[in-house]
């Protein structure tokens, strides 16, 4: 039991409501782990990155996501499927936040932490 690795962030929702930030996260501990390449095209990763790059991202999604890509025994098809999944995201999240940016107004705020915290939640 002392082997089973714990999650290092939260896991890819069913719905895909953090997959932006999820996707960052993973690119971001895959590069730290020297496994970036494995979810590139045309990657020269060996079986041994390869498999520890697909347990990675099946660790780091959500348990109804994981039966459904149960048959996925490859690491570049599962994280280009999530992609096609979730990628439409992006094009929702931007609109909303460019308003978000627009609209935002430093006299609206009681407290300069207050502008600061919308403000980072924005720009996230």
Do not use: C
Not at 33 to 39: A, F, P, S
Not at 55 to 60: N, Q, V
Not at 62 to 87: A, C, I, M, P, S
Request: charged content about 25%; proline content about 1%; overall charge neutral.
């Amino acid at each position: 039991m002392a082997n089973i690795e714990n999650q290092k962030f939260i896991a890819l929702d069913i719905s895909g409501k953090n997959y932006l930030l999820w996707a960052l996260d993973v690119k971001l501990h895959l590069s730290a782990k020297k496994l970036r390449n494995t979810i590139d095209e045309n990657n020269a990763a060996s079986n041994e990155e390869r498999v520890t790059a697909l347990i990675f991202l099946r660790h780091h999604i959500d348990d109804g996501l994981k039966y459904e890509y149960l048959t996925v025994e490859n690491q570049l098809e599962l994280w280009q499927n999530l992609n096609d999944r979730f990628k439409h995201l992006k094009a929702v999240v931007l609109p909303k936040a460019l308003d978000d940016w627009s609209q935002l107004r430093f006299q609206d705020f009681k407290t300069i932490s207050e502008y600061n915290s919308t403000l980072f939640k924005i720009v996230s």
